[in-house]
C-alpha cells in the first residue's frame, strides 16, 4: 500500500445520498477474479447519462468525490473500492459511510474524510462554481482545504496511522502469531468444526 | 457494571488487546464463497501464505450459480470462470467447498446454521454484508470485505474497533398476518439505513422471544440494511432445541459445557446500552418498501409518500429521485401498485418456514394471469425437505417456477433478472436501483405478501384474498 500524506486534486460533486454500493458498482461486474480493472464497472448505470457529473467535461481527472450522508451503504464487496480507485479517486468526503465500505477503504489506502453536511454542501457550492479548484486533503493535519474553505474531517486514528505509513495489516498481525496460538490453546472443544 | 450480549461474546474472542490498536478478535467460523474471495487467495498465493485453519472454514457457490439445469456447464463463461476459481483455490489450500450439485451446496447464511456450524457465542465472518443473519444464535456475525477474508484466511484473526451496542426492544406480540420480516421492515423505516451505523444491534423483548428461529434469521440479516453490521438476539431455548442433534453440534459433555456457556450469554440486567429504540409491536401490519432503499417503507395499507411529507432536504431529495426511478405517483395507494414477478428466496427468506408460509397462501390457487413467480430454496437440503412435504407440488399447480438452490434474483449475478422497467415484489433484502436486473424496480416484502401479490397481482396480503377467488 503507498502510503498516503497529503493529497491535491480537483473535486466531483456527488449530490445524492444513500449511494449504495450496487450504483458504485453492479453485480454483474463482481464475476470478475482480478484485483484491478474494475473503473468501467464504477456508477456504470448513472454513467449511461450524460448528464452525471463524472461525464461532465469540466470533472474529468478527478480525484476527490464528495458525496452526500450514508455513502457505500449496502454489500460488502471491496469492488467498491477498488472501482472507485481503479477510476482515480483518492479521497471520498461524505458526513456519513457505512461501516464495511470504510473498513474496505482504510485496508486499500482509500481516504474516507468525514465531515459535516454543512461543509459537504460548501464542497458541493465551491467545485459547481469553479470545477478547476484543487481540493487539498492533508492527513496529518486532518483538514481539507479549498479555495479558502478549510474544514477538520474525522477519520480513524489506528487507520490514519496505518495510510501515512503505508502498512499491510495482515503483516501487523502476524507479528502476534504467539498470542493467537496462546489464544487457541485455550479454545473450548465445543466449538465446531467444519470438517 | 453489566455488559451486554455483544460485549460478552466479543471480549470472549479479544486475542490482543493494546493502547491506541484496535481489538484483535479470534474468528470462530470463516465462510466464502465464489464472489468475494477469489483476490484473498491470489493474494496469500502471492505473498507465500497459508490458511491458518482449514478446519474453521467453509466455501459454497452461491451467488452466480443458475437455478435451473444445474446439471450443464454454466452458461456464462465469466460466472463459470469464478466458479472454477473458487474449486481451484479450496482444492490447493485444503478448504471444503460445497459445489453446485452436492447435497449440502446453497446459500452461504442458509447452510451455516441447518447443518449446525452456526451456534450461540460465537463470531462469524464472510465476505457478504448479509452474514449478519448468524446473530440471531447470539453470535456475532459480520460482514467483511476481501482484504479481510486475505486476513481472516491467513491469521483466524482480525483486528476490530469495539462497537457500540444499540437495544431494539420489541414490546407485545405480533398481530395475527405481521411476520418477522414485517417487523424488520418498519424497524429500518424507524431508525433508517444510516441508524445502525457504528452499533451492534441486539434484538429484544416478548415479540422477539416469540419468533422462531428462523423468523430470527430474517431479522439479524437485515440488520445491515439499517446500517449495522451486525445485529444479535441472545439465546435461549429455542435456540438450543434448533442447534441440538444437528450435525456440527456438541454432543455428550461438550453439549452440556456449550450450553452451561451459552445462559452466560445473553445481556445483564444492568447492562447499558449506547441507544435504546421501542417499538411496539402490536401496532404493526405488513410491511413492504416503495423506494430505492430498506429504509423507504411504509405498511401495505398507506399511500406512496410525496417528498413533501418530508422534512429533511436530503430526504426530500432522495424520495424524489425514489418516485422517479420506481415510476410511482405520490399518494397513490401502495394496494394498487401492480406487480409483473414474484421472487420468493434468498439469505432473507429462503428457508422452509419461509417457503411453508408462501404455501400456504397458494393452496389451491392460481397466480395471475401475465404474472411470473419464482420460487427458489436457499439450500439443496430446503429443496428436499419442501419436496418431501409436496410444497413444490403446490407452487407448481399455482403457476410458479419451482427453481434449484442459490441467491438467484436477489442479485443480478446469475440469470435470474428482472428486465429494465419490470417490478418485482421480491422477499429479498435490498431494492436498490438496478438491483435485481438493471432498471428493475423492487418492492421488498414478507414471503405470505408475497404470495398474495402474486395471485391479486396488485401489492397484497393474504387478509386481501378473502372472499376472492
Given at each position: 500500500m503507498d502510503k498516503f500524506t497529503v493529497h491535491t486534486g480537483t473535486g466531483a460533486p456527488l449530490?445524492?445520498?444513500?449511494?449504495d454500493t450496487d450504483q458504485i458498482?453492479?453485480?454483474?461486474?463482481?464475476?470478475?477474479?482480478?484485483?484491478?480493472?474494475?473503473e468501467d464497472g464504477l456508477f456504470s448505470a448513472w454513467r449511461k447519462?450524460?448528464?452525471f457529473v463524472l461525464n461532465k467535461p469540466e470533472h474529468q481527472g478527478v480525484s476527490v468525490l464528495v458525496a452526500g450522508p450514508d455513502?457505500?451503504?449496502?454489500?460488502?464487496?471491496e469492488h467498491a473500492v477498488w472501482a472507485l480507485m481503479d477510476y482515480g479517486f483518492k479521497v471520498v468526503i461524505s458526513s456519513r459511510f457505512a461501516d464495511i465500505f470504510r473498513g474496505n477503504s482504510g485496508k486499500q489506502g482509500l481516504l474516507t474524510a468525514v465531515v459535516d453536511q454543512s461543509a459537504v454542501e460548501q464542497l458541493w457550492k465551491i467545485i459547481e462554481e469553479a470545477p478547476e479548484t484543487p481540493v487539498t486533503v492533508d492527513l496529518a493535519e486532518q483538514i481539507i482545504t479549498a479555495a479558502g474553505f478549510t474544514t477538520k474531517f474525522e477519520v480513524d486514528s489506528y487507520v490514519r496511522w496505518r495510510l501515512m505509513e503505508g502498512l499491510d495489516d495482515i503483516g501487523l498481525t502476524l507479528k502476534h502469531v504467539d498470542e493467537i496460538e496462546a489464544f487457541e490453546a485455550k479454545r473450548p472443544s465445543f466449538k465446531p468444526k467444519t470438517v | 457494571m453489566g455488559r451486554t450480549l455483544a460485549q460478552k461474546v466479543w471480549d470472549d474472542h479479544v486475542v490482543r488487546r493494546a493502547e491506541g490498536e484496535p481489538d484483535l478478535l479470534y474468528i470462530d467460523l470463516h465462510l466464502t464463497h465464489e464472489v468475494t474471495s477469489p483476490q484473498a487467495f491470489d493474494g496469500l498465493r502471492a505473498a507465500g501464505r497459508s490458511v491458518r485453519r482449514t478446519d474453521l472454514t467453509i466455501a459454497t457457490e452461491d451467488?452466480?450459480?443458475?437455478?435451473?439445469?444445474?446439471?450443464?456447464?454454466?452458461?456464462d463463461p465469466i460466472s463459470r470462470a469464478q466458479i472454477d476459481a473458487l474449486r481451484v483455490n479450496t482444492a490447493e489450500f485444503g478448504i471444503e467447498n460445497y459445489e453446485l450439485?452436492?447435497?449440502?451446496?446453497?446459500?452461504v447464511h442458509i447452510i451455516a446454521p441447518q447443518s449446525g456450524l452456526t451456534q450461540p457465542g460465537m463470531t462469524i465472518v464472510c465476505?457478504?454484508?448479509?452474514?449478519?443473519?448468524?446473530?440471531?444464535?447470539g453470535s456475532i456475525g459480520m460482514g467483511i470485505g476481501t482484504s479481510e477474508v486475505e486476513h481472516v484466511l491467513a491469521t483466524q484473526t482480525l483486528p476490530l474497533n469495539p462497537f457500540k451496542t444499540m437495544a431494539i426492544t420489541v414490546n407485545g406480540k405480533l398481530p395475527a398476518g405481521v411476520t418477522s420480516k414485517d417487523l424488520i421492515l418498519a424497524i429500518i423505516a424507524e431508525?433508517?439505513?444510516?441508524?445502525?451505523?457504528g452499533y451492534i444491534l441486539e434484538y429484544r423483548g416478548e415479540a422477539i422471544r416469540a419468533l422462531s428461529m428462523e423468523g430470527r434469521m430474517t431479522m439479524c440479516n437485515m440488520s445491515i440494511e439499517a446500517g449495522a453490521r451486525a445485529g444479535m438476539i441472545a439465546p435461549d431455548e429455542t435456540t438450543y432445541e434448533y442447534v441440538r442433534?444437528?450435525?456440527h453440534a456438541p454432543t455428550g459433555a461438550d453439549w452440556d459445557a456449550a450450553v452451561a456457556y451459552w445462559k452466560t450469554?445473553?445481556?445483564?440486567?444492568?447492562a447499558v446500552f449506547d441507544k435504546e429504540v421501542i417499538i411496539d409491536?402490536?401496532?404493526l401490519s405488513p410491511f413492504v418498501t416503495w423506494?430505492?432503499?430498506?429504509?423507504?417503507g411504509a405498511p401495505l395499507s398507506a399511500t406512496v409518500p410525496?417528498?413533501?411529507?418530508?422534512?429533511?432536504e436530503v430526504d426530500k431529495v432522495a424520495t424524489e429521485k425514489a418516485l422517479a426511478y420506481m415510476d410511482l405517483t405520490a399518494?397513490?395507494?401502495?394496494?394498487?401498485i401492480k406487480i409483473d414477478t414474484v421472487f420468493i428466496g434468498s439469505?432473507?427468506?429462503?428457508r422452509i418456514e419461509d417457503l411453508r408460509a408462501a404455501a400456504e397462501v397458494l393452496k389451491g390457487k392460481k397466480i395471475a394471469d401475465g404474472m411470473r413467480m419464482m420460487v427458489v430454496p436457499g439450500s439443496v437440503r430446503v429443496r428436499l425437505e419442501a419436496m418431501a412435504e409436496g410444497l413444490d407440488k403446490v407452487f407448481a399447480e399455482a403457476g410458479a417456477e419451482w427453481r434449484e438452490a442459490?441467491?438467484?434474483?436477489?442479485?443480478?449475478?446469475?440469470?435470474d433478472k428482472l428486465s429494465p422497467g419490470e417490478r418485482s415484489a421480491s422477499t429479498s433484502n435490498r431494492n436498490f436501483e438496478?438491483?435485481?436486473?438493471?432498471g428493475g424496480r423492487t418492492h421488498l416484502v414478507s414471503p405470505a405478501v408475497a404470495a398474495a401479490t402474486a395471485i391479486r397481482g396488485t401489492l397484497s396480503s393474504p387478509a386481501d384474498l378473502v372472499g376472492s377467488n
Amino acid at each position: 500500500m503507498d502510503k498516503f500524506t497529503v493529497h491535491t486534486g480537483t473535486g466531483a460533486p456527488l449530490r445524492a445520498s444513500n449511494v449504495d454500493t450496487d450504483q458504485i458498482i453492479p453485480a454483474e461486474y463482481l464475476k470478475r477474479i482480478t484485483r484491478h480493472g474494475f473503473e468501467d464497472g464504477l456508477f456504470s448505470a448513472w454513467r449511461k447519462d450524460e448528464n452525471f457529473v463524472l461525464n461532465k467535461p469540466e470533472h474529468q481527472g478527478v480525484s476527490v468525490l464528495v458525496a452526500g450522508p450514508d455513502f457505500g451503504t449496502g454489500s460488502s464487496r471491496e469492488h467498491a473500492v477498488w472501482a472507485l480507485m481503479d477510476y482515480g479517486f483518492k479521497v471520498v468526503i461524505s458526513s456519513r459511510f457505512a461501516d464495511i465500505f470504510r473498513g474496505n477503504s482504510g485496508k486499500q489506502g482509500l481516504l474516507t474524510a468525514v465531515v459535516d453536511q454543512s461543509a459537504v454542501e460548501q464542497l458541493w457550492k465551491i467545485i459547481e462554481e469553479a470545477p478547476e479548484t484543487p481540493v487539498t486533503v492533508d492527513l496529518a493535519e486532518q483538514i481539507i482545504t479549498a479555495a479558502g474553505f478549510t474544514t477538520k474531517f474525522e477519520v480513524d486514528s489506528y487507520v490514519r496511522w496505518r495510510l501515512m505509513e503505508g502498512l499491510d495489516d495482515i503483516g501487523l498481525t502476524l507479528k502476534h502469531v504467539d498470542e493467537i496460538e496462546a489464544f487457541e490453546a485455550k479454545r473450548p472443544s465445543f466449538k465446531p468444526k467444519t470438517v | 457494571m453489566g455488559r451486554t450480549l455483544a460485549q460478552k461474546v466479543w471480549d470472549d474472542h479479544v486475542v490482543r488487546r493494546a493502547e491506541g490498536e484496535p481489538d484483535l478478535l479470534y474468528i470462530d467460523l470463516h465462510l466464502t464463497h465464489e464472489v468475494t474471495s477469489p483476490q484473498a487467495f491470489d493474494g496469500l498465493r502471492a505473498a507465500g501464505r497459508s490458511v491458518r485453519r482449514t478446519d474453521l472454514t467453509i466455501a459454497t457457490e452461491d451467488h452466480n450459480v443458475p437455478t435451473t439445469d444445474i446439471d450443464k456447464p454454466i452458461a456464462d463463461p465469466i460466472s463459470r470462470a469464478q466458479i472454477d476459481a473458487l474449486r481451484v483455490n479450496t482444492a490447493e489450500f485444503g478448504i471444503e467447498n460445497y459445489e453446485l450439485g452436492n447435497k449440502e451446496q446453497g446459500i452461504v447464511h442458509i447452510i451455516a446454521p441447518q447443518s449446525g456450524l452456526t451456534q450461540p457465542g460465537m463470531t462469524i465472518v464472510c465476505g457478504d454484508s448479509h452474514t449478519s443473519t448468524h446473530g440471531a444464535f447470539g453470535s456475532i456475525g459480520m460482514g467483511i470485505g476481501t482484504s479481510e477474508v486475505e486476513h481472516v484466511l491467513a491469521t483466524q484473526t482480525l483486528p476490530l474497533n469495539p462497537f457500540k451496542t444499540m437495544a431494539i426492544t420489541v414490546n407485545g406480540k405480533l398481530p395475527a398476518g405481521v411476520t418477522s420480516k414485517d417487523l424488520i421492515l418498519a424497524i429500518i423505516a424507524e431508525i433508517g439505513t444510516g441508524g445502525g451505523q457504528g452499533y451492534i444491534l441486539e434484538y429484544r423483548g416478548e415479540a422477539i422471544r416469540a419468533l422462531s428461529m428462523e423468523g430470527r434469521m430474517t431479522m439479524c440479516n437485515m440488520s445491515i440494511e439499517a446500517g449495522a453490521r451486525a445485529g444479535m438476539i441472545a439465546p435461549d431455548e429455542t435456540t438450543y432445541e434448533y442447534v441440538r442433534g444437528r450435525e456440527h453440534a456438541p454432543t455428550g459433555a461438550d453439549w452440556d459445557a456449550a450450553v452451561a456457556y451459552w445462559k452466560t450469554l445473553p445481556s445483564d440486567a444492568d447492562a447499558v446500552f449506547d441507544k435504546e429504540v421501542i417499538i411496539d409491536a402490536t401496532k404493526l401490519s405488513p410491511f413492504v418498501t416503495w423506494g430505492t432503499n430498506p429504509g423507504q417503507g411504509a405498511p401495505l395499507s398507506a399511500t406512496v409518500p410525496s417528498p413533501d411529507d418530508f422534512t429533511d432536504e436530503v430526504d426530500k431529495v432522495a424520495t424524489e429521485k425514489a418516485l422517479a426511478y420506481m415510476d410511482l405517483t405520490a399518494g397513490m395507494p401502495i394496494r394498487d401498485i401492480k406487480i409483473d414477478t414474484v421472487f420468493i428466496g434468498s439469505c432473507t427468506n429462503g428457508r422452509i418456514e419461509d417457503l411453508r408460509a408462501a404455501a400456504e397462501v397458494l393452496k389451491g390457487k392460481k397466480i395471475a394471469d401475465g404474472m411470473r413467480m419464482m420460487v427458489v430454496p436457499g439450500s439443496v437440503r430446503v429443496r428436499l425437505e419442501a419436496m418431501a412435504e409436496g410444497l413444490d407440488k403446490v407452487f407448481a399447480e399455482a403457476g410458479a417456477e419451482w427453481r434449484e438452490a442459490g441467491c438467484s434474483m436477489c442479485l443480478g449475478m446469475n440469470p435470474d433478472k428482472l428486465s429494465p422497467g419490470e417490478r418485482s415484489a421480491s422477499t429479498s433484502n435490498r431494492n436498490f436501483e438496478g438491483r435485481q436486473g438493471p432498471g428493475g424496480r423492487t418492492h421488498l416484502v414478507s414471503p405470505a405478501v408475497a404470495a398474495a401479490t402474486a395471485i391479486r397481482g396488485t401489492l397484497s396480503s393474504p387478509a386481501d384474498l378473502v372472499g376472492s377467488n
